[in-house]
DNA sequence: TAAAACAGTTGACGGATCGTCACTTACCCC
DNA sequence: GGGGTAAGTGACGATCCGTCAACTGTTTTA
């Protein structure tokens, strides 16, 4: 209520992305065995008791670190869905965000298959759970608002069989298997590297919306001159980080 | 060399097995957070020491675990790709026993991305890994030797996109994707439940196919009436475990 | 047969980490 | 400046991992 107890506020939650941008940095450096509250506490420069006030526990932590990296994802997707195209190639604009977040965060990519399969949401609390499914919600109706589009459009039919949610199911279960495998780093399909899984994901998201007959088809439409101008263009910044020549570094 | 040393050799062999056995129902039971070295030990009726001449750590018990369970999956998988029958029809055979899988073992799935994310591989020990990583492979191989089959007979052709690897790992990342997915058991296209997502698979699979072109599309064959033959015939031992009345009860 | 050598087994222990809580410190208001 | 409240601390108990010196039972040797 008084202005200094507004102030200590103010800076109780901006410390918040302190925490977790050393948090990230542990990560990075150590893994995510290597990262333990005694250490963080101690970047911090705080307690570990001061940490707890803020996050019911390690997994709270971690929690909040993938949000975090989802809100950049959720982003670049909204950017990528506000696009005036027709859909499908509004989707590929859409694969493309997809992958350029990986490239740029791959941090995430590690951390994510972590957080999905072990227990953390177990133990961390339900309020970051919430706040992490929502985020990612969100992405998926991103991708779903697309197909829904072509689908209104008559680009895409699905007379008896499949839906949009099934074949955004599809996309995204890809995807998040491309990335489980790549944070793996090492069985089958492993053996072209990163870059491979990532043309791999590119190429099968294409014939995925063929199968479905979502025109244009990949073969009536070159979708690779629209990646490339769309690095060039919308995502000219991102393109630039990652240090990606305008037109001549895309996958295969 | 004694006989006495040969048979507690073979005694001590064999243990493994019920060491296995004895983990794997603490994972169901408790999950894979309860499952202690100490308590493991206890339900073993031997001491942590002796455990620990079996594993060199609890991450090698995992793996040691995921391995038997991966045998299993690659026993179905060789009997699908040993049917008789044209490419693509074999290959949804063998999507079938993927499914029969993951439905007859949910653990596997439960536990895989476990493994698989996290840092399990980091500290297990080389030749678990080693053991397991063959057997996936293994898996894929099946996979894959189908897809160059249809190549070979001219069922389907890659022109310059694509190759049978790329494909197959599509179906591969898919199938891993829909496993971590449904592990977690929440989060977006969840909200069908496990059935959904099954179902999806199949969908998808099919579609992505498809999308490459393999002939006979999934409406030029009746691929679901293959399905239930399937499973009245070559995997009706896996059908009547889960239940599955013949006909019926197919998803969708 | 007794003693020595060996293989197999044990569980107490050190080390690491988590999460808590009784206590201290800093800040504010009167 | 004194009293009250909010913020912060770090020692502590609890848990679990993985080790190793000691122990037990069996085989070999003398």
Chains 1, 2 share one sequence.
């Not at 542990?26 to 101690?42: C, F, N, P, R, S």
């Not at 350029?100 to 609390?125: G, H, M, Q, T, W």
């Not at 499914?133 to 197909?147: P, R, T």
């Not at 199911?169 to 399909?189: A, E, R």
């Amino acid at each position: 209520m008084t202005p200094i107890s507004d102030r200590k506020r103010r800076e109780i939650a901006e410390r918040e992305e302190t925490f977790l941008d050393l948090a990230l940095r542990i990560v990075l450096e150590q893994g995510y065995v290597g990262l333990t509250m005694d250490k963080l506490a101690e970047a911090t420069e705080f307690s570990k008791g001061t940490l707890y006030l803020h996050f019911k526990n390690k997994e709270d932590v971690i929690c909040a670190l993938l949000r975090r990296l989802q809100m950049v994802r959720l982003d670049l997707f909204q950017r990528a869905s506000q696009l005036e195209l027709p859909p499908r190639q509004r989707i590929t604009a859409l694969g493309l965000a997809a992958e350029l977040f990986v490239r740029l965060y791959p941090e995430n990519a590690r951390i994510e298959p972590i957080l999905k399969a072990s227990s953390i949401r177990e133990k961390a609390s339900q309020e970051r759970c919430d706040a992490l499914d929502e985020v990612e919600l969100q992405c998926f109706a991103a991708v779903l608002e697309i197909a829904q589009d072509g689908q209104a459009r008559g680009d895409l039919t699905f007379s008896d069989r499949g839906s949009p949610e099934h074949m955004v199911t599809g996309l995204w279960s890809m995807h998040v298997g491309v990335n489980l495998i790549s944070s793996v780093g090492c069985g089958p399909s492993q053996a072209g590297g990163e870059a491979f899984l990532q043309d791999t994901l590119y190429e099968n998201g294409a014939r995925l919306l063929d199968g479905y007959g979502w025109r244009p088809l990949s073969n009536e439409f070159d979708y690779r001159a629209l990646r490339e101008e769309l690095l060039r263009t919308q995502f000219a910044t991102e393109a630039k980080q990652l240090k990606l020549a305008d037109s001549s570094t895309a996958p295969n």
